[in-house]
């Protein structure tokens, strides 16, 4: 399979890989995917209270190049927006930016669920106040 | 990427795809060439010197095949290559027996070009048997001897699996076909040639062989017919001018066919040193992984194995990202993440090592032109990409964290 120069990029370069404190009351932690269908991401982010403000963004995953390179351009996007503009980023967005086939689509699905999850647990974790 | 470090002496991609295909040896083609030009006579041609001359080399080439595989001259039928050799093999026995009885049994990690026409032929009123196979890749001769009824016609069961390399008990298995009277077909493309075969002491009826698996040409196969004890007949799947025996019409390929024959009598006289040279490589491969990476598991039989295959499954990481960070190495993978589905390999998930072992396999398939100075190569670049990935990888870190990750409740959302 080709992949497209942003793909290849982000496969060689990762943005932002690691993990934050899951147990830190301002990170969320996103984990999506099963092991057995060849994806597993892990997104999370880190809050600021005051703002609402993603401050940091770190990620894991097992996966093919798109995955990867899916995970790592939603760290990227996610960084600096609010929590409801985070939310607002869309799996078609990330197609496009990556240039993904359509073989690999579900490869940007999973990055936004990935997002969607960690805001959620983040969320959770403040007893929803922050929305 | 990272090629700035490439040893002298080694040329990228470095091919260690042996199982897909070969490089045709330069010896075959130099024996190829001939037929094409000066030689290009039609081997049925009967009446000049261009056709006898076409037909001299058919034969030799024939003779050559047959004696590769303990056979006589007149049980090789020429085919387009191992696919068609499957279909005449099997659709041929079914049509022709089909009065004595309408059982077929077969293998689960056969190749498509068996388990596909045993699905056509069910269509048609046959029952097929597909065995398991166990944790090594060999199905257990018990469960065979147990499937096998008074409707059996046909065994066909691969002598060497093109994924995982196991090699099936084939003689035990043609000893239990002969006992019961049932005919027994073996697609042996990737065993003859690397491994001892023989169809009078293996006890096979047919067996279909390619060209391209042993540095011989594309597009041109063979299959063995046995002509008695058991006499096997078949009743033909291309009908035309009555070429080989009337079993397969169709003006015969000599270059391909001089090209397959010459690749035989090669292999007939280099297999045994051949196979200790790959088995050594294939080990060292090996070693070199295993010194350096924990968590990684060879699938299929360690002692029933063809000398040239190694499939490893490297955990935590997934197969197409590990083949696009070697991609300076033609390997394949196991994983098949191009699509909804994701449906890993069906071999290795016959095996029942979990379809995230088989998401994270690599078969390396080592021939004949492969060095010891490529495998050291190709072993640090595997090493130093699946350690960067398991950096990447939220799996290796929660199983080193301690983390059961087969007891965690995966929310797959990914829409599969």
């Known amino acids: 399979m080709a992949y497209s120069d942003k793909v290849l990029d982000h496969y060689t370069n990762p943005r932002n890989v690691g993990s934050l404190d899951k147990s830190s009351q301002t990170v969320g932690t996103g984990l999506v995917g099963a092991p057995e269908c060849g994806d597993v991401m892990k997104l999370q982010i880190k809050v600021n209270p005051q703002t609402n403000v993603i401050e940091e963004a ?21 960084k600096g927006k609010t929590v409801d503009e985070a939310l607002q980023i869309k799996n078609t967005d990330i197609v496009k930016e990556l240039s993904l086939p359509p073989v690999k689509i579900h490869c940007s699905v999973l990055a936004e669920d990935a997002i969607r999850a960690a805001i959620s647990d983040w969320k959770k974790k403040n007893n929803g106040e922050a929305q | ?16 795809d042996n199982h897909a295909t070969t490089r045709m040896d330069p010896r075959v083609l130099e024996a190829m060439l001939p037929y094409f030009t000066e030689s290009f006579g039609n081997a049925a041609s ?9 037909e001299q080399g058919v034969e030799q080439s024939r003779e050559r095949i047959a004696k590769l595989i303990g056979a006589s001259s007149k049980e090789i039928i020429f085919t387009s290559g191992a696919t068609e050799s499957d279909n005449l093999a099997i659709k041929g026995i079914a049509e022709m027996y089909r009065e004595k009885g309408n059982h077929i049994i077969t293998q689960v990690t056969e190749h498509k070009a068996v388990l596909d026409t045993c699905k056509r032929l069910e269509k048609h009123g046959f029952r097929v048997t597909y065995l398991p196979v166990q944790k090594d890749g060999r199905i257990d001769l018990d469960d065979l001897k147990r ?49 001892p075969f023989n169809v009078i002491a293996d006890n096979v009826d047919l067996a279909s062989i390619t060209g391209h698996k042993l540095y011989g040409p594309k597009g041109c196969g063979a299959l063995y017919v046995r002509r008695k004890n058991p006499r096997v007949q078949l009743v033909a799947q291309i009908d035309g001018g009555g070429h080989e025996r009337g079993m397969r019409s169709g003006t015969l390929n000599v270059p391909g066919i001089v090209g397959l024959g010459k690749a035989c009598e090669l292999a007939m006289n280099e297999m045994e040193q051949e196979a200790k040279y790959l088995s050594g490589l294939r080990n060292s491969l090996r070693d070199h992984i295993f010194a350096e990476l924990d968590e990684v598991y060879i699938n299929g039989s360690t002692e029933h194995r063809l000398p040239g295959n190694m499939n490893i499954s490297f955990a935590y990481v ?16 196991g994983s098949a993440c191009t699509s909804a589905t994701l449906e890993p390999s069906y071999v290795l998930k016959a095996l029942g090592a979990g379809d995230d072992l088989a998401h994270s396999s690599i078969r390396f398939g080592l021939g004949r032109f492969n060095t010891q100075a490529e495998v050291d190569y190709v072993a640090r670049r595997v090493i130093d990409t699946v350690k960067r990935l ?25 829409g599969h």
């Open chain 1, 58 to 78: 770190k990620f894991k995953t097992f996966g093919c190049g798109s995955a990867i390179a899916s995970s790592s351009l939603a760290t990227e996007w996610v």
């Open chain 2, 1 to 16: 990427m990272a090629n700035d470090t490439v040893p002298s002496g080694i040329k990228l991609p470095i091919y260690m």
């Open chain 2, 46 to 54: 009967r009446n000049h010197e261009y056709g006898w001359v076409a």
């Open chain 2, 147 to 195: 499937a096998m009824d008074e409707k059996t016609i046909l065994v066909t069961i691969m002598a060497a699996n093109n994924e995982i390399g196991s090699l099936q008990p084939i003689r035990e298995i043609g000893a239990l076909c002969h006992e019961k009277g049932v005919f027994f077909h073996t697609d042996a493309v990737q065993a003859i040639g690397k491994v």
């Open chain 2, 318 to 333: 997934e197969g197409e990202s590990l083949l696009m960070g070697i991609n300076d190495i033609a390997v394949s993978s």
């Open chain 2, 390 to 414: 398991r950096e990447l990888s939220p799996l290796y870190e929660m199983v080193k964290e301690g983390i059961d990750i087969t007891k965690v409740q995966w929310a797959a959302e990914g």
